[in-house]
Nanobody, 116 residues
Framework: QVQLVESGGGLVQPGGSLRLSCVAS????????MGWYRQAPGKQRELVAD???????NYADSVKGRGTISRDNAKNTVYLEMNTLKPEDTAVYYC??????????WGQGTQVTVSS
């Protein structure tokens, strides 16, 4: 069983920055990949960035150079820092975790709105 709790969303002006965090409460399983996805109105959920337990990262082209994903394995926490935010970044951001056994889990989502 894995529970994911996100925080850090809110209203940000274009060009601004934010930091999202996600804390995983895990029982019996170990998490391999943690990542952030987002879903804008009328669009499918898409990957923003993910990171393996070893620290290898992957970013969507739309956030390369603007986003940084990191994690604290001891705390089972993943972070997403984004700067130079654009209105196109407006979406519900979801935390995701994949265990070594193949289980996939999602957080409840946190709203990020980029607007002046």
């Amino acid at each position: 069983q894995v529970q994911l709790v996100e925080s850090g969303g809110g209203l940000v002006q274009p060009g601004g920055s934010l930091r999202l965090s996600c804390v995983a409460s895990v029982r019996r399983f170990s998490i391999n990949v943690m990542g952030w996805y987002r879903q804008a109105p009328g669009k499918q959920r898409e990957l923003v960035a993910d990171i393996t337990r070893a620290g290898n990262t992957n970013y969507a082209d739309s956030v390369k150079g603007r986003g940084t994903i990191s994690r604290d394995n001891a705390k089972n926490t993943v972070y997403l820092e984004m700067n130079t935010l654009k209105p196109e970044d407006t979406a519900v951001y979801y935390c995701n975790a994949i265990t070594y056994s193949g289980g996939r889990y999602w957080g409840q989502g946190t709203q990020v709105t980029v607007s002046s």
